[in-house]
């Protein structure tokens, strides 16, 4: 079965410093990846996802991330974080049936500091 | 509709009362799916809709918890005798066919509280 490992559970930065969420899974093919953000009192929002071809992708709000199979990683980044990135952000893989179930990580609280 | 639609936003019930959470995912979206969110356990997969059967119920914690979906469309997640441990935020999500590369849409959620 597969798993999705964040080791971050709250990180803290600076406004306008340069982000970087980790995010591990195990899968033994080649997964489907997605980052999720979640706002305070908000449902899911889908930043990105992979699944084949470049192994940089380009999401949202300037987010992007890089699939590493060699490292069983997926790390969500962002050259320069503004306050209203704040939010907990969601790494998640599906892969093993023929539709989208996702398994998430637990999950990385972003404070953002002015 | 424009989003996925859940009701009520916070539902707040004794133990033993039986519970209804309705989901109303985005018109012509086939796939539908129900998750839980509560602390400690993260973002749980309960059980996936297509159309208005569900090949998968997986997730479902026990024979207390059940779903269905009429017309392609509404879900309610019914929750029986309902406990303290089901204290969660239901969140539902849909996507247009299903498919594994398919971004989910999902719904702000029911935060329910079990006294």
């Known amino acids: 079965a597969q798993s999705v490992t964040q080791p971050d559970i709250h990180i803290t930065v600076s406004e306008g410093a340069s982000l970087e969420l980790r995010c591990n899974y195990s899968?033994?093919?080649?997964?489907?990846l997605f980052w999720y953000v979640q706002s305070p009192g908000q449902g899911l929002q889908l930043l990105l996802k992979?699944?084949?071809?470049?192994?940089l992708v380009q999401g949202i709000k300037g987010f992007e991330a890089e699939f590493k199979r060699s490292q069983s990683s997926f790390n969500l980044r962002k050259p320069s974080v503004h306050w209203s990135d704040a939010a907990e952000y969601f790494c998640?893989?599906?892969?093993?049936?023929?539709?989208?179930?996702?398994?998430f990580g637990q999950g990385t609280i972003l404070t953002v500091h002015p | 509709g424009a989003g996925v639609s859940q009701s009520p936003s916070n539902k707040v019930t004794e133990k033993g009362k039986d519970v209804e959470l309705r989901c109303d995912p985005i018109s012509g979206h086939t796939a539908l799916y129900w998750y839980r969110q509560s602390l400690g356990q993260g973002l749980e997969f309960l059980i996936y809709?297509?159309?208005?059967?569900?090949?998968?119920k997986s997730g479902l914690p026990s024979d207390r918890f059940s779903a269905e979906r009429t017309g392609g469309s509404v879900s309610t997640l019914t929750i029986q005798r309902t406990q303290q441990e089901d204290s969660a935020v239901y969140l539902c999500?849909?996507?247009?066919?299903?498919?594994?590369?398919?971004?989910?849409?999902f719904g702000s959620g029911t935060q329910l509280s079990v006294l």
């Open positions: 992979y699944f084949s071809g470049d192994t």
């Open positions: 999500a849909s996507s247009r066919l299903g498919g594994t590369n398919e971004k989910l849409f």
């Open positions: 809709f297509q159309g208005n059967s569900a090949p998968d």
């Open positions: 899968y033994g093919a080649t997964p489907y």
């Open positions: 998640a893989v599906a892969g093993g049936t023929s539709y989208g179930k996702l398994t």
